[in-house]
């Protein structure tokens, strides 16, 4: 691909956003980076930022990128001379944006092609707006999949409940017992999502504890068998944010198992394996063609919440065989 290819490829823009996690590591590029450094956004996923920054403003960099993570500020903005695939230096005007406090940890990187013709005012004013545009609209992608993955879900959990619960009411008062916790957590979650915050996913909460209190919402009041298989080593290395992306995806599979699969038991398993974590999920239901399967919104999330991870999905399924999905995500 030439560079007119590119540019026509890629719409022309001269300016993108690229997403670091907090060590500087490359988590999402827009394709526009291609314009202006020409690199596609696979070459430069899971890279760190800086071995794109020409050494002269390497230390500026840097010092630009701490100071948002040690949280002294909000924002930072510069002229950084980057060297393009070609090895050339080209001179970008970059506004940092500190994420603390989303789903996701880390720094959002608006590039723009620098044009001296242009105050700095100007492009200030231009940028501030297309930033929130942008974060409005991540904003709501965030809220949209919490609903669908999280605050559905459980509401379904707590009316299998009710529904068990109301068939004998003497025998079953513990099980009714457990329903204002459930529902605390529910408004908790639904609290959060007014501010559009997840602060589960900046806690180091447990996640075999979180998977087991799931499993047991799940189970009261349906014919589900949930059997748990987890390596103690996966909890000490996954972060925060990850573990409720993770969490949430669960959810969703047995969701969709509770509605399309008449499965009896489900096997969850969390290995350890080759520096990666392998979550598989494995029910004995009715199956489907994956190929014919209508990809609906909680599939999309599913995969989504793998791809922001860095991670990959595989779903093995066929007519009264099962399903079998898995899921590799790498880690540090």
């Known amino acids: 691909m030439n560079g007119e290819q590119g540019r026509d490829a890629m719409g022309g823009q001269r300016e993108s956003i690229i997403i670091l996690d907090e060590y500087g590591v ?18 430069i996923m899971e890279k760190e930022i800086f071995g794109f920054v020409h050494k002269a403003s390497a230390k500026r960099l840097k010092k630009l990128y701490y100071q948002l993570q040690e949280r ?19 001179a970008l005007f970059v506004t940092f944006n500190n994420l603390s406090g989303a ?7 608006h ?3 620098f044009n001296p013709e242009k105050t ?23 809220i949209a999949a919490e609903l669908h993955d ?14 068990y619960s109301l068939r004998n009411l003497e025998l079953n008062l513990d099980e009714l017992e457990k329903l204002p916790g459930i529902l605390d957590n529910l408004i908790h979650t639904t609290r959060n999502l007014s501010h559009s915050i997840t602060k589960e996913a900046l806690m180091d909460f447990e996640l075999q504890k979180a998977l087991s209190s799931l499993s047991e919402r799940f189970v009261t009041g349906s014919n ?14 996954l972060r925060g944010y990850q573990k409720v992306h993770l969490v949430r995806i669960i959810e969703e599979q047995i969701m969709n198992i509770l509605k399309h699969a008449s499965a009896s038991k489900v096997l969850i398993s969390f290995q350890f394996r080759n520096e990666r974590i392998i979550l598989v999920t494995r029910d004995n239901g009715s199956g489907f063609d994956p190929q014919h399967r209508h990809k609906g919104i909680g599939l999309s999330n599913m995969y989504n919440r793998v791809n922001l991870l860095g991670g990959n999905m595989h779903i093995n399924s ?15």
């Open 26 to 43: 490359i988590q999402w590029s827009s394709p526009s980076v291609y314009n202006l450094l020409g690199y596609l956004p696979r070459e």
């Open 72 to 90: 002294s500020s909000r924002s930072n903005e510069g002229l950084v001379q980057f060297q393009n695939k070609k090895g050339e230096k080209t």
């Open 103 to 109: 789903v996701m940890n880390g720094t959002m990187l």
């Open 111 to 113: 590039l723009q092609q």
């Open 120 to 142: 700095f005012d100007t492009i200030r004013i231009q940028r501030e707006a297309e930033l929130e545009i942008e974060l409005r609209r991540k904003i709501e992608q965030e």
């Open 150 to 163: 999280h605050v559905n879900p459980t509401l379904v959990a707590v009316k299998l409940m009710l529904d």
């Open 224 to 237: 589900l068998r949930i059997v748990l298989k987890y390596d103690k080593l996966v909890e000490t290395l």
């Open 318 to 332: 066929s007519g009264g065989e099962g399903t079998t999905i898995t899921i590799a995500l790498p880690v540090n």
